[in-house]
C-alpha cells in the first residue's frame, strides 16, 4: 500500500535519505549534484526544507519509496521540483500518487516544471497526469498543470474524443460503440429519436454497413462551447465537423451542435447521453476551442 505525507523541518534525515539516493540514482535528471549535498549538515536540510512550500514523501510499508517538492512562485503558480521514485517502487504508482497529492494541494493553481528533454519515463509520467509541453530551453522541457480540471480534460480527450475520431477514421463501428455506458441515452440525430445502446448500436452498424458499400469514408472533428466536470461525471457541448469522402474522391461537409454527458466507469470516461443535431454552421465550429485548449474552462482559484 502506498502512503503519502507532508514532511517538514523535523522531517530532514528523511528527506536527505531519499535526496541523496535520487541524486546517486539519476545525476543526469538533476541540476544539484551529489557532490553538493552529500556532506551537508542538519542545519542545510532544515534549511532546505523551510524554504519550499509544500515536500511529500511516499511510502511503501513505512519504507520511503518516493519523493516530491514544490515552491510558490512569485506569480501565483506553483513550481514542482525533486520528484523521484525509488527504483524497487517504480512501475507501482508512486509517482501518480505523488502527483495526485501535490495536485490536491495546488488546487486550481498552476503548476509547472523543468524537466530534461532525454528524460523520456519522466516526460511519459507527467503527461499521463495532466501536464502539457509550454516550451524548450537548452534541453529542457517547461511543462505546465492548470489544475484538476486540466487533468480530468486530457483523461476525456484520452477516454472519449480521441478514440471517437480514430473510430470514425478507422470504420472502426465496435470501437466507437465501445466509448458509450451501457446505459446509454442517445437523442436528436438526422432521425430526431431517442434510443438505448443495443437501438443506436444497430443503427450505427447499419450506417456503417451503408457506407462501405458506397465506397464511402468519414472523419469526424470537434470543437467544444463547454466543458464541466468534477472528475466522475462530465457535461460537454460543442460543434462537430463530418467530412464524408465518397469514392470518386467528391466530398460533403455537415456540421451540427452536440451535448454529450459522460461519467466514469471502472476508471475510465463514458458516454452516458449523447444529442447533436445538424443545425450548426462552419463559423460555429471555427468559433469553438479545439480540444487540446482547456483555457476556457479552467476553474479560476
Same mark, same amino acid.
Given at each position: 500500500?502506498?502512503?503519502?505525507?507532508?514532511?517538514?523541518?523535523?522531517?530532514?534525515?528523511? /528527506?536527505?535519505?531519499? %535526496?541523496? +539516493?535520487?541524486? $546517486?540514482?539519476?545525476?543526469? &535528471? *538533476?541540476? =544539484?549534484?551529489? !557532490?553538493?549535498?552529500?556532506?551537508?549538515?542538519?542545519?542545510?536540510?532544515?534549511?532546505?526544507?523551510?524554504?519550499?512550500?509544500?515536500?511529500?514523501?511516499?511510502?511503501?510499508?513505512?519504507?520511503?519509496?518516493?519523493?516530491?517538492?514544490?515552491?510558490?512562485?512569485?506569480?501565483?503558480?506553483?513550481?514542482?521540483?525533486?520528484?523521484?521514485?525509488?527504483?524497487?517502487?517504480?512501475?507501482?504508482?508512486?509517482?501518480?500518487?505523488?502527483?495526485?497529492?501535490?495536485?490536491?494541494?495546488?488546487?486550481?493553481?498552476?503548476?509547472?516544471?523543468?524537466?530534461?528533454?532525454?528524460?523520456?519515463?519522466?516526460?511519459?509520467?507527467?503527461?499521463?497526469?495532466?501536464?502539457?509541453?509550454?516550451?524548450?530551453?537548452?534541453?529542457?522541457?517547461?511543462?505546465?498543470?492548470?489544475?484538476?480540471?486540466?487533468?480530468?480534460?486530457?483523461?476525456?480527450?484520452?477516454?472519449? /474524443?480521441?478514440?471517437? %475520431?480514430? +473510430?470514425?477514421? $478507422?470504420?472502426?463501428?465496435? &470501437? *466507437?460503440? =465501445?466509448?458509450? !455506458?451501457?446505459?446509454?441515452?442517445?437523442?436528436?440525430?438526422?432521425?430526431?429519436?431517442?434510443?438505448?445502446?443495443?437501438?443506436?448500436?444497430?443503427?450505427?452498424?447499419?450506417?456503417?454497413?451503408?457506407?462501405?458499400?458506397?465506397?464511402?469514408?468519414?472523419?469526424?472533428?470537434?470543437?467544444?462551447?463547454?466543458?464541466?466536470?468534477?472528475?466522475?461525471?462530465?457535461?460537454?457541448?460543442?460543434?462537430?465537423?463530418?467530412?464524408?469522402?465518397?469514392?470518386?474522391?467528391?466530398?460533403?461537409?455537415?456540421?451540427?451542435?452536440?451535448?454529450?454527458?459522460?461519467?466514469?466507469?471502472?476508471?475510465?470516461?463514458?458516454?452516458?447521453?449523447?444529442?447533436?443535431?445538424?443545425?450548426?454552421?462552419?463559423?460555429?465550429?471555427?468559433?469553438?476551442?479545439?480540444?487540446?485548449?482547456?483555457?476556457?474552462?479552467?476553474?479560476?482559484?
Amino acid at each position: 500500500m502506498i502512503t503519502v505525507r507532508a514532511v517538514g523541518v523535523d522531517d530532514w534525515a528523511t /528527506w536527505r535519505e531519499l %535526496r541523496l +539516493a535520487a541524486l $546517486a540514482d539519476a545525476p543526469h &535528471a *538533476f541540476t =544539484a549534484t551529489l !557532490a553538493d549535498w552529500q556532506d551537508a549538515d542538519e542545519a542545510r536540510w532544515r534549511e532546505r526544507l523551510a524554504a519550499g512550500a509544500r515536500h511529500l514523501v511516499a511510502e511503501i510499508e513505512d519504507k520511503p519509496a518516493g519523493m516530491v517538492g514544490a515552491f510558490d512562485n512569485p506569480d501565483g503558480t506553483v513550481e514542482l521540483v525533486s520528484l523521484w521514485v525509488a527504483p524497487f517502487a517504480r512501475r507501482r504508482g508512486v509517482g501518480e500518487a505523488l502527483l495526485d497529492s501535490l495536485m490536491d494541494w495546488a488546487g486550481e493553481r498552476t503548476v509547472r516544471l523543468e524537466v530534461f528533454t532525454s528524460a523520456t519515463p519522466a516526460l511519459e509520467l507527467y503527461r499521463r497526469n495532466g501536464f502539457v509541453d509550454d516550451s524548450e530551453v537548452d534541453g529542457k522541457l517547461i511543462m505546465v498543470h492548470a489544475g484538476p480540471t486540466a487533468r480530468y480534460l486530457t483523461e476525456l480527450n484520452a477516454d472519449i /474524443w480521441e478514440p471517437y %475520431r480514430a +473510430a470514425h477514421a $478507422a470504420g472502426d463501428t465496435d &470501437a *466507437f460503440l =465501445a466509448l458509450h !455506458a451501457p446505459e446509454l441515452v442517445r437523442a436528436g440525430g438526422p432521425t430526431r429519436s431517442i434510443q438505448n445502446l443495443d437501438e443506436y448500436a444497430a443503427a450505427s452498424r447499419a450506417w456503417r454497413a451503408d457506407m462501405n458499400e458506397r465506397g464511402s469514408r468519414v472523419a469526424i472533428e470537434f470543437r467544444f462551447t463547454e466543458r464541466i466536470t468534477d472528475g466522475e461525471l462530465s457535461s460537454e457541448r460543442g460543434v462537430y465537423r463530418l467530412t464524408g469522402t465518397r469514392a470518386d474522391g467528391d466530398q460533403k461537409v455537415f456540421h451540427g451542435h452536440f451535448h454529450t454527458f459522460a461519467r466514469k466507469i471502472y476508471g475510465r470516461w463514458r458516454i452516458v447521453v449523447d444529442y447533436d443535431n445538424t443545425d450548426a454552421t462552419a463559423a460555429d465550429f471555427d468559433a469553438g476551442t479545439h480540444p487540446d485548449d482547456f483555457t476556457p474552462y479552467l476553474t479560476q482559484a
